[in-house]
């Protein structure tokens, strides 16, 4: 595995289809059909030593999303992995017909602001169950399922004007809840808000941005 910084990876021909978001390389092949979709998703599935470095595919009706990056103790970004993948995805996806639409592309960074910046980020850390960027870890948490958005921390000087702050909800199984809204509060959170518990709870860091705990409990 050799690092790839962005310029030299969209430099690197037969990766036209491809563009370079928060979160790694993303492409997007148009399809007709849930089957089109599927019969693509087996074709990438196929591709010689993929499961080696298996990117992240997302199938829905109309097409279907490729992501690729590198994750390595102390490195997360791009490698010559990478590289590889896509050029394979891509003679994959024209061997089926499949074309590519970089304007359905995009991605998510949720940013919390704070006077301490990464003072609140333990508290975040346990409220998501995320870990911490191996490359940053002083000021971005990840999904180690590698499903949801990442979160980087910002130091504040002052409040954002009109006083707002960021609000989430974070879904879960009813059975989990409890254990996450414990470990939250070990983190340095506190409870804002239980009036609708057990649906949810809403909970704040040290900066009053607020997570609320949710379930179905309670709603049906």
Same mark, same amino acid.
């Given at each position: 595995m050799e690092p790839i910084n962005p310029s030299d990876f969209l430099a690197t021909p037969a990766v036209e289809d491809w563009?370079?978001?928060s979160d790694g @390389?993303?492409?997007?092949?148009?399809?007709? /059909?849930?089957? &089109? /979709?599927?019969?693509l998703l &087996? @074709?990438? @599935?196929a591709i010689p030593g993929i499961d080696e470095h298996p990117p992240a595919v997302d199938v829905r009706a109309?097409?279907?999303?490729?992501r690729t990056v590198t994750f390595e103790p102390g490195f997360d970004g791009l490698? /010559?992995?990478?590289? &590889?993948? @896509?050029?394979a995805v891509s003679s994959a996806a024209r061997a089926l017909g499949c074309v590519a639409d970089p304007s359905r592309l995009q991605s998510l960074l949720v940013i919390p602001g704070a006077p301490g910046g990464t003072d609140v980020l333990p508290f975040w850390r346990a409220a998501l169950d995320y870990d911490q960027r191996p490359d940053s870890p002083d000021e971005d948490l990840?999904?180690?399922?590698?499903?949801?958005t990442p979160f980087w921390f910002e130091r504040m000087k002052e409040a954002r004007g009109g006083g707002g702050a960021i609000h989430l909800a974070v879904w879960l199984p009813p059975e989990q809840a409890r254990a996450r809204i414990d470990a939250a509060l070990a983190a340095g959170g506190h409870i804002v808000r239980d009036d609708f518990?057990?649906?949810?709870?809403?909970l704040a860091d040290a900066a009053g941005n607020e997570v609320d705990i949710s379930s179905i409990e309670g709603r049906i």
């Open positions: 563009r370079l978001l @390389a993303n492409a997007f092949f148009a399809t007709a /059909s849930l089957a &089109e /979709s599927v019969r &087996e @074709a990438i @599935a109309d097409g279907v999303t490729v490698s /010559s992995r990478d590289l &590889e993948v @896509a050029r990840v999904d180690p399922r590698g499903r949801s518990a057990p649906s949810w709870w809403t």
